[in-house]
């Protein structure tokens, strides 16, 4: 079962500003979490105590990684209940397939565990809200990793918006395009049953026999991870929400489906969605796979346009496209302002216990923008988010 038990000693620890901290990854895959925890290690004090997958060879690999650095090799776990029974673990990265996620933080924050939980948060309301509420009532750090918010130009546009800089922001949008979706790539890989526990896999979903194309390449299954607009779009909705302080859409219309990679995989290769805020502004967004071309993300007021598309360069900004006496002067720039690395942040924060960057609530926001725009795009109707009654609607 998971959510652990724990010991009072585990149960009570207090961690002093010279402790380290000992953290375990779930999920030792390619998504690079393990280096960021091993870049700010020393620095922050940190210790890798553990590496948990369910496939083996991400498991030593991980492991093996570690150990290159000189550091002593991290404890091998197979399933996070053995993360979690471990006094030595403080805190866990969780890095699994989207289905997985909401049922793993709440077990980890049950466990009285800190996390840092990959998007999205959650692929429906019925898994959201539980996680969101067993995090609140903890007294938990949880990071979710949006790590763009926390780029040093993303801090810069949130400062010069907050200025007055672009005016009033009326229009956003983002067109991210690639010529093959982004699972095919992990479809590839070779996986043999017996080097994974494919029931952990499931976990919740429906039992079936062993199927290598679905573990290996699982973002590419509605089931496990619903498409482009959960796996990509969380980036540039929870952007928004940083940059412009909006907390999620009102409505969302979203249309898409497979037009080009034809195949066994449920999950969309293109994908529109606009999403309407009550601050006043519309937010489009689009992936097309099958051409690199017109891939671009940028805000626009009233006074100009922010151009944001390489977000880890600084962004740029010009008066095109308005005419008004208060436009953005030719040349200008975006102030840069501080920021702290997303990983680092997350440490600094379980030391001094105050909310991180993008806490649970940002999670929130950025999951409900997911989810209405899938369930627009599966029920082929609008949808309306009553943030009261935190449930969505069609409307």
């Known amino acids: 079962m998971l959510g652990a038990s724990l010991t009072a000693l585990q149960a009570t620890r207090a961690m002093g500003a010279n402790d380290r901290i000992g953290v375990s990854v779930i999920g030792c895959g390619t998504r690079g979490l393990l280096g960021e925890v091993l870049q700010f290690s020393k620095e922050s004090n940190v210790d890798v105590a553990g590496v948990c997958d369910i496939w083996k060879q991400h498991r030593e690999a991980a492991a093996a990684q570690v150990a290159k650095t ?5 404890k091998k776990f197979v399933h996070i209940e053995e993360a979690l029974d471990s006094p ?27 996390v840092y939980i990959e998007k999205p948060l959650a ?23 949006t790590q763009v918010r926390s780029f040093a130009p993303s801090a810069a546009g949130r400062a010069f918006v907050g200025a007055g800089g672009l005016g009033t922001i009326f229009k956003i949008e983002q067109s991210r395009n690639a ?12 996986v043999a049953e017996a080097d994974v526990d494919w029931k ?67 999950a969309p290769d293109s994908i529109e969605v606009l999403l309407e805020y009550k601050e006043g502004f519309l937010v489009r967004y689009n992936s097309t796979f099958g051409t690199n071309a017109n891939s671009f993300l940028k805000f626009f007021g009233t006074r ?36 702290t690395p997303h ?4 440490f600094d924060c379980m030391r001094s216990r105050k909310q991180p960057a993008a806490p649970i609530d940002a999670g929130y926001g950025h999951a409900v923008a997911c989810i ?7 029920r082929g109707r609008r949808m309306v988010h009553d943030a009261e009654k935190r449930t969505i609607h069609e409307g």
């Not at 995090?135 to 949880?142: E, G, P, Y």
């Not at 990983?343 to 997350?346: A, C, E, G, R, S």
């Not at 209405?372 to 599966?378: F, N, R, V």
């Open 343 to 346: 990983m680092k942040n997350w």
């Open 179 to 190: 010529y093959s979706p982004y699972w095919e790539g992990y479809a590839r890989r070779k």
């Open 70 to 74: 000189g550091a002593p090799e991290p």
């Open 200 to 266: 952990a896999f499931l976990m919740s979903r429906k039992p079936r026999p062993w199927d290598a194309d679905q573990f290996a390449g699982w973002m590419g299954y509605h089931e496990f991870s619903l498409g482009p607009h959960s796996q990509l779009m969380p980036h540039f909705i929870d952007l928004i929400h940083f940059v412009t302080g909006a907390s999620y859409p009102e409505k969302v219309t979203a249309m898409g489906g497979t037009y080009r990679w034809k195949g066994p995989r449920t």
């Open 304 to 339: 100009g346009v922010m151009d944001a598309t390489r977000w880890s360069d600084p962004w740029l900004i010009s008066g095109e496209g308005v005419t008004d006496a208060d436009r953005i002067a030719p040349g200008a720039k975006i102030p840069e302002a501080p920021s």
């Open 123 to 145: 692929m429906n309301m019925e898994e959201l809200l539980p996680a969101v509420d067993a995090v609140k009532r903890s007294d938990r750090i949880v990071q979710c990793g």
């Open 88 to 114: 030595a673990v403080d805190a866990v990265l969780i890095s699994t397939p989207d289905h997985q996620h909401c049922t793993l933080l709440t077990a980890a924050v049950q466990a009285k565990k800190d």
């Open 372 to 378: 209405m725009a899938d369930e627009s795009y599966t």
